[in-house]
């Protein structure tokens, strides 16, 4: 089994069978955290799980999770703490985009929009409620997977910009609630990033090639840096190529 600093710990990722999400995982079981894997893609998960229990001997859960449910969310926290004994560390790392580059607000579907709220915001909100009563007893650390989408304007995908503006807010404002029970908060912002995401039918790791954009490996080192800080916190943090500041 491997030991690191966070041996012993238990973490929720959520988003965890593709992209930044697998490579949280992985690189927070290295680490030596338990892990619990939650997407909806349980085929995935299973093989996720798979190579990371042989690789670092850590343990796994996987759990099929609708981030938009907030039933799945409770089952999915539940479930992780029966099982480890608590919760150390949730990363909340769902996160759909409207799917086009370029969109018009005035022509965009209230599925599209309902779509990108109830994952961004409603999935963030349902797992911070249900995993903090955890991580105020473990004294452990929220991590949020928002994005340089959610610092400035965003002409071209306003939806989307402003569920990651949500986010960040939402974020600050639990830091400074639940600051005083220990609990760290961290928030993550990565600019393009080489994953699954799909925008006008091509994924961005089809849209950029290696050293174009962030690798998710760089993100994860980046949220598993933030878990391990105690009983300093590292309150937000932003990853972007060194030429192509926020250029997504």
């Known amino acids: 089994m491997t030991e690191g600093p966070l041996s012993g710990r238990t973490a929720i990722v959520t988003g965890a069978s593709a992209g930044i999400g697998r490579e949280t995982a992985r690189v927070l079981a290295r680490e030596g955290a338990n892990v619990a894997l939650a997407a909806r893609r349980e085929e995935r998960l299973e093989e996720v799980a798979e190579g990371i229990e042989s690789a670092h001997g850590t343990e796994t859960l996987v759990m099929p999770t609708d981030v938009t449910d907030e039933d799945d969310v409770a089952d999915l926290v539940d479930a992780t703490a029966a099982q480890f004994g608590g919760i150390d560390v949730a990363v ?44 105020r007893e473990s004294e452990g650390h929220l991590v949020y997977v928002a994005s340089y989408a959610g610092q400035q304007p965003r002409a071209y995908d306003p939806v989307y910009a402003a569920s990651k503006w949500w986010m960040r807010g939402f974020a600050k404002s639990v830091s400074s609630q639940v600051g005083e029970s220990d609990v760290g908060v961290t928030v993550v912002n990565p600019a393009a990033v080489r994953t699954e995401f799909d925008v006008d039918g091509r994924t961005m790791a089809e849209r950029y090639g290696p050293g174009e954009a962030v690798e998710p490996a760089e993100v994860a080192e980046t949220i598993a840096f933030a878990a391990e800080r105690s009983p300093s916190m590292v309150h937000e943090v932003d990853v972007y190529t060194r030429d192509k500041l926020g250029d997504i």
């Open 92 to 135: 909340h790392n769902a996160g759909v985009g409207v799917g086009e580059r370029h969109y018009d607000v005035a022509d965009l579907s209230t599925d599209d929009y309902r779509r990108v709220k109830a994952v961004n915001e409603d999935g963030t909100f349902f797992l911070t409620r249900a995993a903090l009563p955890y991580v």
